[in-house]
């Protein structure tokens, strides 16, 4: 088992996620001009404002289309190509998944792809879907407020998204409409944006022009085709049967006792993430 784990850190640490030029079951639809990463805070719990999650979220940005996606996907899919690319069986690799990074979030935004539309993957269980819908979907008021953030003269605006109000601020010395998660339409690129309740936030930390020639990949994989409703309907569905469905990828229980208390673990754990970002 040592022997393994050490094999697999030393391929980890040799591998780089701009080296590749072909990522399999994606394909190539832009190129990317910016790399913008950003701190994705979140309360899915709304009666406990101490229990606060984060992670690391990448937008690449590109001429026609963007990208955003969890760094820890992307160094997960790295990983993975690596290993494929390799010859190193997924069995071996999987031997210690500790070297993998813990994903919280599993959604990947693409704007403007198709043209017009956002295409959203996301995860449940096993189970991949995507969805699209339409782009035009905010409508922002530009507040007189200014502020400097990370050196950026920065101006505010509002808006109102699926439930919940928002306060962003935006940049016009990064003159692209864009920024985290589905936010876009302002003259600037959002630096700043979060519901005015603090549930959910989105703070810039860095902008990088990638190395020449870095491809922003669209997924192939095969995927359950749906809607945002639908999508919803699935995770609430997965939520009141969680066992089961763990029980139909493989799992299995010792008796109807330890099954019993497992459920109530996991329906426990289910009530605690009644926040989504999206409420309606």
């Avoid at 805070?41 to 955003?68: H, P, V, W």
């Avoid at 290993?83 to 990947?108: T, W």
């Avoid at 029980?247 to 010792?254: I, V």
């Amino acid at each position: 088992m040592f022997r393994i784990t050490l094999i697999l850190l030393l391929i980890v640490f040799s591998f780089s996620i701009n080296a590749q030029n072909k990522i399999k079951n994606h394909e190539a639809i832009d190129i990317a001009k910016l790399r913008c990463t950003y701190l994705f805070t979140f309360q899915r719990d709304s009666t406990n404002a101490l229990k606060i999650g984060s992670e690391r979220m990448d937008l690449f940005i590109g001429e026609k289309c963007s990208r955003y996606k969890s760094y820890g996907r992307i160094k997960m899919d790295s990983m993975i190509q690596d290993f494929e690319n390799r010859g190193i069986p997924m069995e071996i690799a999987l031997a210690d998944i500790s070297i993998f990074p813990k994903l919280k979030y599993e959604h990947q935004v693409y704007k403007n792809f198709p043209k017009g539309s956002f295409s959203v993957f996301d995860r449940v269980h096993k189970d991949k879907f995507v969805y699209d819908e339409p782009m035009d979907c905010f409508n922002w008021i530009i507040k007189s407020d200014t502020a400097t953030i990370l050196s950026y003269k920065c101006q505010k605006a509002i808006t109102n998204y699926k439930g919940r109000s928002y306060e962003a601020w935006f940049t016009k010395e990064i003159p692209l409409s864009e920024g985290p998660y589905k936010f876009h339409g302002l003259p600037g690129l959002i630096v700043k944006i979060a519901d005015t309740k603090n549930h959910y936030s989105f703070e810039l930390l860095s902008t990088i022009v990638p190395p020449k020639g870095t491809l922003i990949y669209f997924p192939t994989y095969p995927t359950i085709c749906t809607t945002r409703e639908g999508l919803m309907k699935v995770k609430r569905d997965a939520k009141q049967d969680i066992i089961k469905r763990l029980e139909d990828m493989g799992g299995s229980f010792s008796d109807p006792e330890t099954r019993e208390k497992a459920k109530k673990r996991a329906m426990e754990k289910a009530r605690r993430r009644n926040n989504p970002i999206e409420l309606l």
